[in-house]
Structures are given as C-alpha cells and as structure tokens.
Nanobody, 122 residues
C-alpha cells in the first residue's frame, strides 16, 4: 500500500516561489514513478510534472515548463515540486501521485495524496 502526504502549500504573491513536498510511505519508494497534478476551482484536474524512479527523466506541462522543477530524494522517500515565478493562474489544489513502472503525462496513477492548496495573488 502506498500513502502520500503533500505539504508546503500556502498563499503567495505573483512572482514568488513555493516548494511543495510529497512524503511517501511505500515498501519500495525507488520503484515508484511520481507525478504532480493540480485542480483549479471549476476545472478538471490537469497534469503538471512527472519524474521517473531514478530522477533522471522528467516531463512538464507547457504551462509550467521553465518555472517548475520536480525532483526526488529516494533516501527520504520524498518528492518535491519547486515552483518559481508563480502566477495567479497557478492557483489550485496540488496533488502528488504514484505508480509502479514507467510514468508519462498520460499514465494512470494508482495512489494519490489529499492535496495542498496553493493560492497566488496578483
């Protein structure tokens, strides 16, 4: 069973930065591909970023490319999403997700966290 807990959300001004953390409880974290998604009010959940098991392959949504960075620390069973140059359009609940094996933006993830709210004011 895989359990995920996000933290690090908050309220920031446009242009500022935040780092989200996803703490993972799993038998073998290093076998998991990880993803970050977000859902804004009234909108569908959308892909943000994925990172493979070793951390050497990442993919990003076009809307966040160059501003967000996903990383992982397998020794700590933790995934991070560093968000810079935040915009009001980044306001959403951010979720981390996990699946075994290869991850792509279109992957179906089997485990999800409860989400953390990020609010960016103009």
């Amino acid at each position: 069973q895989v359990q995920l807990v996000e933290s690090g959300g908050g309220v920031v001004q446009a242009g500022e930065s935040l780092r989200l953390t996803c703490a993972v409880s799993a038998r073998t974290f290093s076998n998991l591909g990880m993803g970050w998604f977000r859902q804004a009010p009234g909108k569908d959940r959308e892909f943000v970023a994925v990172i493979n098991w070793s951390g050497d392959r990442t993919e990003y949504a076009e809307s966040v490319k160059g501003r967000f960075t996903v990383s992982r620390d397998n020794a700590k069973s933790t995934v991070y999403l560093q968000m810079s140059s935040l915009k009001p359009g980044d306001t959403a609940v951010y979720y981390c997700a996990a699946k075994y094996g290869i991850v792509t933006p279109g992957s179906t993830f089997h485990s999800w966290g409860q989400g953390t709210q990020v609010t960016v004011s103009s």
